[in-house]
T-cell receptor, first 113, second 110 residues
């Protein structure tokens, strides 16, 4: 099974600033995703991080707010831009490979003041 | 649009009792996942169900999938306190993109 790490594990940020979250996988994977979990809620897919091309965003999420990079098959970053308190959430990356289950990273807990 | 509903949203059960969590989804999908999340933690994969009639069991948990009814169940047998957590089902939109259910918060008390 894939081992996923995320940095930072948590952060407290001021509104109007930006935070970049890193996701590192211990093996090469084809599919990487970013999810958001708002307090007390379920998970919502933000985007698919495509290696070598622009990310594919879900409805309600835009590149200007959540720019994503995927320079290779083991690493991706998600930036939360111009943050507001509504962006306070847990951000999780996940990977999928074949018919196996999807594995989730430990998450980044973000609080915006 | 694919929608995934779970019920109940909250379940308080006594140790030793049995109960079932239900996951209904609105459009065709042949892959369904169950995850567990402890407070402040990430998601732990429990089961992935790949075909109609699939049944998987691990300890006190058993998951099944009926693709014709668009229904999956997570059955808890003889609950213990360690099973207290939030359980999510998630449906694959045939692109590895997961749509999550609302979650079921389970509390097991003595």
């Amino acid at each position: 099974s894939a081992v996923i790490s995320q940095k930072p594990s948590r952060d407290i940020c001021q509104r109007g600033t930006s935070l970049t979250i890193q996701c590192q996988v211990d093996s090469q994977v084809t599919m990487m995703f970013w999810y958001r979990q708002q307090p007390g809620q379920s998970l919502t897919l933000i985007a698919t991080a495509n290696q070598g091309s622009e990310a594919t965003y879900e409805s309600g999420f835009v590149i200007d707010k959540f720019p994503i990079s995927r320079p290779n098959l083991t690493f991706s970053t998600l930036t939360v831009s111009n943050m507001s308190p509504e962006d306070s959430s847990i951000y999780l990356c996940s990977v999928a490979e074949g018919q196996e289950t999807q594995y989730f990273g430990p998450g980044t807990r973000l609080l915006v003041l | 649009e694919l929608k995934v509903e779970q019920n109940p949203l909250f379940l308080s059960m006594q140790e030793g009792k049995n109960y079932t969590i239900y996951c209904n989804y609105s459009t065709t999908s042949d892959r369904l996942y169950w995850y567990r999340q402890d407070p402040g933690k990430s998601l732990e994969s429990l089961f992935v169900l790949l075909s109609n009639g699939a049944v998987k069991q691990e300890g006190r948990l058993m998951a099944s999938l009926d693709t014709k009814a668009r229904l999956s169940t997570l059955h808890i047998t003889a609950a213990v306190h360690d099973l207290s957590a939030t359980y999510f089902c998630a449906v694959d939109r045939n692109t590895d993109k997961l749509i999550f259910g609302t979650g079921t918060r389970l509390q097991v008390f003595p």
